[in-house]
């Protein structure tokens, strides 16, 4: 239940929200409200998969600084590559 609401208000931000009322509320062009409330969706979301808070927790962070560099206009694939390869190398790397 709290998932469908986490994920409900981040498609009703991204649908019905203008992006310019919440572009410069607390850093200025960062959307800070946004990236805010898809971090606790995806941490919530991610540490129910995965059963660990704190592999939810670094995949969470991560996803958030995409977000960020694209944001921010500095995103360039071989960083996207790199993170996902991180990622995936922290989830299924230590396998027992």
Known sequence: MVLALLWGMVGYTIFYIDPASIANLVVEGLYLPFLGLVFVATLYS????FRSL???LFVSVLIILLLTTGILGYFNWFLGLVVLLIIVIVL????R
């Open 46 to 49: 991610l540490s129910l998969l």
């Open 54 to 56: 704190g592999k939810a």
């Open 92 to 95: 299924f790397g230590n396998r």
